[in-house]
């Protein structure tokens, strides 16, 4: 069935530096993609959204691009700052199911150090 | 301001009690969803609904019950026969609930067992 797979944390930062985490997933047909974060004690925000290939979703300073051809949807972000210290969820719409159901992978734990 | 509310934050259950986790949601969407959260783990679906009075099970759904009697509305029950009902509760909802939207969350609820 369809799965989101994403690298494993926690994931542990300098302030101002670089963010790349992973995500790939197993999907038949074209779902929208996602990333969600998770704040200590919170539940979860999108981040942000792409519907289709080549999109590129943005916002606060991160970017996704969705890739069909490597089934990827990595996340990135050029400076990070102490407050983007969460957890990161990739996930993607279930096309099997006429509601909307995500599929969610198991989150990525961000820590930045200042 | 519209948004997703759930009650209480933290909730104690004993061994052989039903209990009730609220959700509610002022953002006149159709759909609402239950999910499930486990440390270091991603978001398993319990429950979902589309429509008032209508709700289909997800992919964990033993052991627990919901109903939706109100648009605005859709309470969760952990009844006894859940036998580890640790976790924390997510509520969700999204406008349609047709394929690839967006899901929106509320804060959760921590579910604890005495």
């Known amino acids: 069935g369809d799965s989101v797979t994403q690298m494993e944390g926690p994931v542990t930062l300098s302030e101002e530096a670089f963010l790349t985490i992973n995500c790939t997933y197993t999907?038949?047909?074209?779902?929208?993609l996602f990333w969600y974060v998770q704040y200590p004690g919170e539940g979860l925000q999108l981040l942000l959204k792409?519907?289709?290939?080549?999109d590129k979703g943005s916002n606060k300073g991160f970017e996704a691009t969705y890739r069909k051809e490597t089934t990827s949807f990595h996340l990135e972000k050029g400076s990070v700052q102490v407050s983007d210290s969460a957890v990161y969820f990739c996930a993607l719409s279930d096309l099997k199911s006429s509601a909307s159901k995500i599929i969610f992978g198991s989150g990525t734990r961000l820590s930045i150090r200042p | 301001d519209g948004g997703i509310t759930q009650s209480p934050k933290y909730l104690f259950r004993k061994e052989g009690q039903n209990v009730t986790l609220s959700c509610e949601q002022n953002?006149?969407?159709?759909?609402m969803y239950w999910y499930r959260q486990d440390p270091g783990q991603g978001l398993r679906l319990i429950y979902y609904?589309?429509?008032?009075?209508?709700?289909q099970k997800g992919d964990i759904a033993e052991g627990y019950s919901v109903s939706r009697e109100k648009k605005e509305s859709f309470p969760l029950t952990v009844t006894s026969a859940q036998k580890n009902p640790t976790a924390f509760y997510l509520c969700a909802s999204s406008i349609a609930g047709t394929s690839g939207e967006t899901q929106y969350f509320g804060p959760g609820t921590r579910l604890l067992v005495l």
């Open positions: 953002l006149n969407h159709d759909a």
């Open positions: 999907a038949t047909g074209y779902p929208s």
């Open positions: 792409a519907t289709k290939a080549d």
């Open positions: 609904s589309q429509i008032v009075n209508d709700f």
